[in-house]
């Protein structure tokens, strides 16, 4: 199994994918350390200060003018200034200057989309790719068995997705401590806000330190990057084309993006993966899609979904006639 598994991630890194994946990461990282540190100075002329207290009031208050006209995204408004609010109230800034500050957010906003669209391109190609080959066939000559085969495909996957984070976290550290600097790990974070009929509840709020944050954010986007690896894993095996099966997931992941904002009234849709994949929504104390979603349940429903495309998996791949 050992040996298995170390010829698909040669071939894995054969193809050079992780460079490709590097290079994204890192160009799209520069762009956005250089639009911080834009924003920061923006703020400072407009406001004559980087005092976080004047810029988090000048905050509260654009949000509050814009309630009149916000429409239906009214209660997220609202929840963002009592949120706010309570930051002012217990005089923590929630924008620590420093590079874990830009880690936190920066991965916050590539969880749901973004990263998952990275480890899309490695595991919709695993199967797929060998069979319009036909290497595929050279492989199953060989002693060993199809679950086997197929299980250290999904290991090697498990390896990427593990590889294609870390390189994240790297880069993301690296490029941010060079910008703004590398204090701000031992800030203080709120985190622990829950939404409750529309109304931030504070019950149960508690303080961590920003890297006990950080980690818990790294976890649960291994965790959202694993479940759509393990579903474009499924479309590996399902489609005979790389191509379509990475058009299904992409196709799949923009209408949850779009699923997310307009669901509310469709209490059904809670059971879909892709609306489900906002977990950073929940520790930072964002509303759910629809109302009575919780951290527990978006974990249950996308173990659920993991669990039935690997069942989907192993049950065709093992029966398929391969040709």
Known sequence: MINLVQNEMTKLLG?????????????????FTYAQARQAETIKERLGTV????????KIVDWQNRLSSAGQWREQLQIQIEQS???LDHDINPSEPGAPTFIRGFVEN????FLPLLIMIIAVDLVSSERSMGT??????RPVSRFHILLSKYIALILSVSLVIFIFGL????ISAFMFGNQGWAAPVLTGFKVEGGELN???VRLVSQWQYIIQQFGLAWFISLVVGTLSFMLSILMRSSAAGM??????????????????????????????LGLMNYVSGTAPPIEGMTLGFSLAVLAAWMLGSLVVSFAVFMRKDIY
Do not use: H, P
């Open 85 to 87: 609010q309570y930051y």
């Open 51 to 58: 005092d976080w207290r004047t810029e988090l009031q000048q």
């Open 171 to 174: 880069l993301s550290y690296i």
């Open 247 to 276: 058009g299904t997931m992409l196709a799949c992941l923009i209408a949850g993006a779009i699923l997310s904002n307009m669901v509310s009234s469709w209490t059904s849709a809670k059971y879909l993966f892709m609306v489900n």
């Open 110 to 113: 590539s969880a749901e989309l």
């Open 136 to 141: 595929i066939k050279l492989l199953l000559t």
């Open 15 to 31: 193809k050079r994918r992780f460079i490709i994946i590097s290079v994204i990461i890192l160009v799209l990282l520069s762009m």
């Open 202 to 204: 504070i019950s149960e």
